[in-house]
């Protein structure tokens, strides 16, 4: 089954119950679904929902991530495509076997780690927003191991690697694309 939209956030809320959580799985769908319009337009709803779904299982089961996610999405007949995509956010962090193949899969694998770092850079700036952040900040942040310590930049730029984009350019599209949400970081 391919969820709607409704269908996945309403699995999203079922299994986490803390705002963080759903406001990240928002986020992470919106900034997808905003990538979608450049890399392949007409399936902006598939990008969200994958976004949305990918961390379904963080929050009651952190030691087993994208494992326990791969089998709630089964128990639910979500597409395998979509298990795929979803899950390959987890290649090299976890135990899962779901490598990025996919440019939206090796633009989650990026954005994912971004998304927090750019959101904890925001909430710091006087504006408390990405409106007016731009990636010179946010590479001073970046390159500060102790600023949003549980941010892997490891992942980040292995993203933008194997995307071919440099960090800065990751970070850029991925701060428009913030910027775009309705979502507050």
Known sequence: MMPTREQA?????????EE???NHAE????VLEWFARYH???NEDYWYTVGLLHDIDFERFPEEHCVKGEEILR?????EALIHSAMSHGWAMTSTGHQPEHVMEKILYGIDELTGLIGATAVMRPSGSVDDLEVKSLMKKYKQPSFAAGVSRECIQAGADMLGWGLDELMEKTIQAMRSLDVVP
């Open 9 to 17: 956030l309403e699995l999203v809320y079922y299994y986490n119950n």
């Open 40 to 42: 392949d337009s007409g």
């Open 20 to 22: 963080f959580h759903r």
């Open 75 to 79: 128990s639910h007949d979500i597409d």
């Open 27 to 30: 986020i992470v769908g919106g």
